[in-house]
């Protein structure tokens, strides 16, 4: 494991790693999600959010991100950098399918 230290410190809500693309997502106090190359540490994309402290969760491929927060989740297509469809109601966990074609959320308190 190679740890790269950077000039610019980031406060972080949290942080993700992806099982096969090598990605490294933080989720920072400043309602921006960061993608970092595990391999290099540097940035390769940032987003901008409404909402900042909530939990990523890569796809098994490491070809989407998801932000998630208490009542919404995000999703960006790594390889296009584009933001899907913002997704509103409780959301308790997100995960993807194996093949990426599926989202499935938990939420409670029926919304």
Do not use: C
Not at 16 to 26: D, I, N, Q
Not at 33 to 51: E, N, Q
């Amino acid at each position: 494991m190679v740890v790269h230290k950077h000039s610019t410190p980031y406060a972080a809500w949290s942080f993700a790693t992806s099982e096969k693309g090598g990605w490294v997502a933080l989720v920072t106090r400043e309602k921006t999600l960061l993608i970092f190359d595990a391999r290099t540490g540097k940035v390769v994309h940032t987003f901008s959010t409404t909402f900042g402290n909530g939990r990523a969760t890569f796809s098994p491929s490491g070809k989407y991100v998801a932000l998630t927060i208490a009542s919404k989740a995000l999703i960006f297509n790594l390889k296009t950098g584009q933001a899907g469809p913002l997704l509103e109601g409780s959301t308790q966990a997100l995960a993807f399918s194996p093949d990426d074609t599926h989202v499935a959320i938990a939420a409670a308190g029926g919304d």
